[in-house]
């Protein structure tokens, strides 16, 4: 049972936009920034997203993140048959030290 | 470029211990914190602690008291991550990542390949 509570899946045809909510509490996600993660299959998490909205350098805008008040959310715009991956929400818990989401299967139709 | 690349895959017997290294290169390694975050077959990431390589200090969550050490050698720039006593339960893919964001935030960057530990008996 993961901290921060996720969809499993979530699908959608090639070119449409999914998005991928992550709720917490307010010992984590109402006070600390939020990342998100991309996991291709068989490979290392690769960071897309931090403080809350924030994309590292090489991170396509079509990837978009936002928070309001314990919950965040993942945004994909222009889906694509290569972002099939599990995502992964996470950050600073102040009784549990860095915590992550279950995981969200993207899913191309 | 920036990358952090394990040690190989490791098969291990119930109560043994596992060494796990991780060797940075393309950055200023005393510059980042380590952190090591394992993670279980279909299962989401679970984050184990950190090590700070300019003064060596660590911290890692309460499960693992007794049993994680972290340890680093400043001149090949790699940390080791050593978990004993281990169990089937112990059975998972070992990351090591770099910390980019301020301490209290969950962003890493880049991770390591991964290293899969086997607990089997």
Redesign the interface.
Known sequence: QSVLTQPPSVSAAPGQKVTISCSGSTSNIGNYYVSWYQQLPGTAPKLLIYDNNKRPSGIPDRFSGSKSGTSATLGITGLQTGDEAVYYCGTWDSRLDVVFGGGTKVTVL | QVQLVQSGAEVKEPGASVKVSCKASGYTFISYDI?W?RQAAG?????MGFMNPANGNT?H?PKFQGRVSMTRDTSTSTVYMELSSLRFDDTAVY?C?RR??AA???????????TLVTVSS
């Open positions: 952190d975050v299962q989401g990431p679970e984050w911290a969550v990351y990542a980019i964001g209290g935030s969950a962003q890493f960057d880049p991770w390591g390949q991964g």
